[in-house]
């Protein structure tokens, strides 16, 4: 069956940058667009990006564009989100999804951050 | 960019009632509408893609329809496994999706 498990969150400080990765198995990660999807405590979920499944094309919300790079390892069956110049608005669990054609399919079951001095 | 609009924000509703939840896009999206389902301390789950295509193992007391701007989700009794929070999903425009804030189904 699908799993998808998330990794990397954690406490870190304004400013400073965090990756997390997101193992993938069960199904040929190669196969299909993944995405990065957060939530804020108490709050609703926030998409964030998303990468083809070549990793040819990405695409990332206003919010995080230009700080946040999704990317992905084929020969491993992992995506990443390398977070930079991190603020304290990005605290929230950061879920990967499986893209099946636009629906998310799977999802992880999340990792937190939080950003905090 | 999109945004999509979901009311009520909140519900208080029996279990046994029929409740539809409502969801508004500022621009057509054809059909490629989505909705999950999420409880406290879980990841979403799918439940109805392409506006009215129930995913896999989804209840058939779930439905949804629509297209363009305006989409709804019915659940036909509510079972207390109901109790959630429900978000529609946009996922017209590759590659920016986005979601609605939610509506919250609680007992009454």
């Known amino acids: 069956q699908v799993q998808l498990v998330e990794s990397g969150g954690g406490v870190v400080q304004p400013g400073r940058s965090l990756r997390l990765s997101c193992a993938a198995s069960g199904f040929t990660f190669s196969k299909y667009n993944m995405h990065w999807v957060r939530q804020a405590p108490g709050k609703g979920l926030e998409w964030v990006a998303v990468?083809?499944?070549?990793?040819?094309?990405?695409g990332h919300a206003d919010s995080v564009k230009g700080r946040f790079s999704v990317s992905r390892d084929n020969s491993n069956s992992t995506l990443f989100l390398q977070m930079t110049i991190l603020r304290p608005e990005d605290t929230a669990v950061y879920y990967c999804a499986k893209d099946i054609g636009g629906p998310l399919a799977d999802w992880g079951q999340g990792t937190l951050v939080t950003v905090s001095s | 960019e999109i945004v999509v609009t979901q009311s009520p924000a909140a519900l208080s509703v029996s279990p046994g009632e029929r409740v539809t939840l409502s969801c508004r896009t500022s621009q057509s999206v054809t059909s490629n509408l989505a909705w999950y389902q999420q409880k406290p301390g879980q990841a979403p789950r799918l439940l109805i893609y392409?506006?009215?295509t129930r995913a896999t193992g989804v209840p058939a007391r779930f439905s949804g329809s629509g297209s363009g701007t305006e989409f709804t989700l019915t659940i036909s009794s509510l079972q207390s496994e109901d109790f959630a929070i429900y978000y529609c999903?946009?996922?017209?425009?590759?590659?920016?999706?986005?979601f609605g804030q939610g509506t919250k189904l609680e007992v009454k």
């Open positions: 990468i083809s499944h070549e990793g040819s094309n990405v």
């Open positions: 999903h946009q996922y017209a425009h590759w590659p920016l999706y986005n």
């Open positions: 392409t506006a009215s």
